[in-house]
């Protein structure tokens, strides 16, 4: 998705409600194609109106529904499958990767490298705009899946590399050692990369909720059952 389709989703947000929205979040419905949930000021307060590429609102809860849901397990996959620390890690992980070779520790240079590639692979895919869509998810659990093994394999060094330290005077292995779990320390930030699936999981909880507070405060009249209704029909 281009720029200019997100400045298109604002544009006509203003023109529908008199407001710009302050975010966009860009999503994918297999029916509907493009589309946009916004996030539009009111007052203190933030409404919600999700979009469609032409400009028209949306107004059945169960597609709305659906879409803020995903949009949310998908910000809270990037997270957990450290997308968020790549740009800090990446160069902790060279450095380790540096001082293991100077070392000639094998295991070292193995894991760092090991876990630098795998940064490298998930850094395009959440680069730039990313759309909320089941293939989106589908290729961030790939990645985390290939970062999770290589996760495992560099806190395992990591510990192996702190056992050998003899904590008398200037260790050769401790500047490797501290960079080794800072880097841990910085991928686990957002979640335990080998962790992923219970991670999000977790999340699905918060994402209904989110979908909950969206349609509560949706600026567009609704069609189709809530889901208290639904679930008293029941």
């Known amino acids: 998705m281009e720029p200019i389709a997100i400045e298109a989703a604002a544009a006509h947000v ?61 910000e809270a996959a990037e997270e957990t499958a450290a997308a968020l620390a790549i740009d800090e890690a990446l160069p902790l992980l060279a450095e380790a ?73 200037l260790d050769p292995l401790e500047p490797l050692a501290e960079k080794l779990w800072n880097a841990i320390r910085m991928l686990s930030r957002e979640g335990a990369p080998d962790r992923f699936r219970e991670n999000v999981e977790g999340a699905m909880g918060a994402a209904r909720a989110f979908a909950d507070d969206v349609l509560d405060q949706y600026l567009v009249p609704l069609s189709g059952l809530a889901a208290e209704t639904m679930e008293d029909d029941a």
């Open 97 to 169: 990767w540096r001082l293991a070779t100077e070392l000639d520790e094998a295991d070292a240079v193995l894991a760092t490298h090991a876990m630098y590639q795998a940064l490298e692979e998930l850094q395009p895919l959440v680069q730039g705009i990313r759309v909320a869509d089941p293939a989106y998810l589908d290729k961030l659990a790939g990645a985390a899946a290939l970062i999770a093994d290589r996760f495992d394999l560099l806190k395992e060094t990591a510990g192996q590399v702190s056992a050998r330290l003899t904590g008398a005077g």
């Open 14 to 74: 203003e023109v529908l409600l008199g407001s710009p929205p302050r975010g966009v979040i860009p999503a994918s419905d297999l029916r509907r194609g493009e589309l946009f949930i916004c996030a539009v000021p009111q007052g203190e307060e933030l409404g919600w109106v999700v979009i469609d590429a032409a400009g028209s609102p949306l107004d059945e809860r169960n597609v709305i529904r659906q879409a803020v849901e995903l949009a949310a397990i998908c």
